[in-house]
């Protein structure tokens, strides 16, 4: 070979070198770079915050590397009669290490707090709008006839419906059950058939009638509870509070009587008043006024005049008529006579001759006007 075209070639053979170990001293390129090891560590923190309207993720990167250039190994390279020395060197990255920090923010879902609702104490609208909330007690119109002062305790507790007084519990409990008393209107010929217990008279009525409270003689409520049975035992304790103030419409001077000592039984075993009884001392008269009794039936009857009908009524006899006595001063009245709306109170005397009074209680007098003997035991109705 030519000795200038091998010359030329080493020439540029070594000048290729040189250029070779000048690029390696400049920065290393990250793409010619060994890498012994890497590590990437992420540390992810969740914050929350509370409340918020936006919802941020925030990414912040924090990156170090460190390089550290040394030598690593010495090559010969030996051609012909020529010997070339290239020193290498290689650039150490030792451990580059790139840590990322990822801070999340995360928003709860936003609380509204709204303000606390203010209401206006309501009074307690009572179930039958014929019932008054007063300062002194609840006042009950019963259909126009009377009004019923009921303990201002029992709002909230008690149920009216139609004509009746309920336990408000015992009704929840089953509708219809629960019932202190009811207000009942009876003409004398209802009276005559019966009416049920009661202990009050209360008033009469524009149509010559006869109010009456009738309060139940059987337990009208689930027994099983006991809590029904307390409330309902709690509110009958007022009933005897209640009844003698109640006042009817069409007889506002009448006072509520007590009427429990009076007998409406089927039967009285010896009925002291039976019979005919006519006007006494008044012999000279072409006609008498009498009355008669049949009170085993409750039947009354008044006969004013000769050409009078006869007016028909009840009678209800006292029960501690037995225990009258005039030697031991302890007389007392035999019954209550219901004639056409009104009332009267009778007492008769087992002396010689037998004679018999009329009280007027409420209404007409004519039958008062009279004082009446016992004809005969004859009870000649018609």
């Not at 460190?66 to 150490?92: I, R």
């Not at 202190?180 to 005559?192: A, G, P, T, V």
């Amino acid at each position: 070979m030519d000795k200038k075209i091998l010359f030329t070639i080493l020439l540029l053979a070594l000048l290729s070198s040189c250029t070779t170990t000048k690029k390696s001293s400049a920065k290393p390129s990250p793409q010619l770079i060994g890498t012994d090891e890497e590590t990437t560590t992420t540390e992810t923190f969740v914050t929350t915050t509370v409340p918020t309207t936006t919802s941020n993720i925030s990414t912040s990167s924090e990156t170090s590397t460190s390089s550290e250039t040394s030598t690593v190994s010495t090559s010969t390279t030996s051609s012909a009669s020529t010997s070339t020395t290239t020193k290498a060197t290689t650039t150490k990255t030792t451990a580059a290490t790139t840590t990322t920090t990822t801070v999340i923010t995360t928003t709860a879902a936003p609380v509204t707090t709204e303000p606390p609702v203010t209401t206006q104490p309501t009074t307690e609208i009572p179930l039958d709008p014929s019932l008054t909330v007063m300062s002194y007690g609840l006042i009950w119109d019963c259909n126009g006839i009377c009004n019923v002062t009921l303990p201002l305790s029992w709002q909230g507790r008690v149920h009216v419906d139609g004509s009746g007084v309920y336990c408000k519990k015992c009704w929840d409990n089953q509708q219809g059950s629960g019932l202190l008393f009811s207000i009942n209107i009876f003409s004398s010929n209802e009276i005559i058939q019966g009416i049920g217990y009661s202990d009050y008279l209360l008033g009469m009525t524009w149509d010559g009638k006869y109010v009456f409270p009738i309060t139940p003689t059987d337990v009208n409520y689930n027994i099983d509870y006991s809590e029904l049975r307390n409330e309902y035992e709690d509110m009958k304790s007022n009933i005897p509070y209640i009844l003698p103030y109640i006042t009817c419409n069409a007889s506002p001077n009448f006072a509520p009587m007590d009427i429990s000592q009076y007998m409406q039984s089927d039967y009285v075993y010896n009925p002291h008043m039976d019979g005919t009884w006519g006007a006494y001392d008044d012999m000279g008269t072409r006609f008498s006024p009498f009355v008669i009794f049949d009170v085993p039936s409750r039947i009354f009857a008044f006969r004013r005049s000769l050409n009078g009908i006869m007016e028909y009524g009840a009678v209800w006899e006292n029960r501690n008529i037995d225990s009258y006595s005039n030697a031991s001063g302890l007389w007392g009245d035999c019954g209550l006579v219901f004639l056409d709306g009104n009332l009267y109170r009778v007492t008769y005397y087992p002396s010689a001759p037998m004679t018999m009074n009329f009280e007027t209680l409420y209404g007409d007098n004519t039958i008062s006007a009279y004082t009446f003997e016992y004809w005969n035991e004859s009870k000649p109705f018609e």
